[in-house]
T-cell receptor
Framework: AQSVAQPEDQVNVAEGNPLTVKCTYSVSGNPYLFWYVQYPNRGLQFLLKYITGDNLVKGSYGFEAEFNKSQTSFHLKKPSALVSDSALYFCAVRDIINYQLIWGAGTKLIIKP | ETGVTQTPRHLVMGMTNKKSLKCEQHLGHNAMYWYKQSAKKPLELMFVYSLEERVENNSVPSRFSPECPNSSHLFLHLHTLQPEDSALYLC??????????????FGPGTRLTVT
């Protein structure tokens, strides 16, 4: 079955430190992968996507993600965290059967000053 | 206004009420979506419209009824809801169907409470 897993409910990082939010997936064929962020009382905002090409994808607000086919992962990273990065982060992958997105349950990222 | 707007932002309704959620996108997109978001759960796709035609209905109970009168507007009509329907309802749009490669743009959501 096709699926997305975000193994951490919450990630705590000190401001200025690097951050990683993990995502692994299970799909047949070539995956299309997405990251979205949700700030409090807001809808989701698109951060970045991997469709094809370079395994390292750069997105909004200084975030990047690395596609690793052998580990079936698409972890979100940022070299230096800001308090304003505190939010809920969602990973999603295309379902190749019906072309919908399969969503992870989300990871709450808390950046402490 | 820009982007995707949703009204109302908050709604409290009894189980016997009828209400409607409204979504409007100002992005010139061709696809629109309704999602249900519950705490600590993946987003649940409810309905997808592409060029005003419904292309997906993910086994959603009939007490939820979507309407897409044109490519800019999407409604979710609600009637005889259950308390477990309380959630954040998100509307989204995309240039084409999101499962192909297009990213989605989300509205702020309607926080629905069923009493």
């Amino acid at each position: 079955a096709q699926s997305v897993a975000q193994p951490e409910d919450q990630v705590n990082v000190a401001e200025g430190n690097p951050l990683t939010v993990k995502c692994t997936y299970s799909v047949s064929g070539n995956p299309y992968l997405f990251w979205y962020v949700q700030y409090p009382n807001r809808g989701l905002q698109f951060l970045l996507k991997y469709i094809t090409g370079d395994n390292l994808v750069k997105g909004s607000y200084g975030f990047e993600a690395e596609f690793n086919k052998s580990q079936t992962s698409f972890h979100l990273k940022k070299p230096s965290a800001l308090v304003s990065d505190s939010a809920l982060y969602f990973c999603a992958v295309r379902d190749i059967i019906n072309y919908q997105l399969i969503w992870g349950a989300g990871t709450k990222l808390i950046i402490k000053p | 206004e820009t982007g995707v707007t949703q009204t109302p932002r908050h709604l409290v309704m009894g189980m016997t009420n009828k209400k409607s959620l409204k979504c409007e996108q100002h992005l010139g997109h061709n696809a629109m979506y309704w999602y249900k978001q519950s705490a600590k759960k993946p987003l649940e796709l409810m309905f997808v419209y592409s060029l005003e035609e419904r292309v997906e209905n993910n086994s959603v109970p009939s007490r939820f009824s979507p309407e897409c009168p044109n490519s800019s507007h999407l409604f979710l009509h609600l009637h005889t809801l259950q308390p477990e329907d309380s959630a954040l309802y998100l509307c989204a749009s995309s240039q084409g169907l999101a499962g192909v490669s297009y990213e989605q743009y989300f509205g702020p959501g309607t926080r629905l409470t069923v009493t």
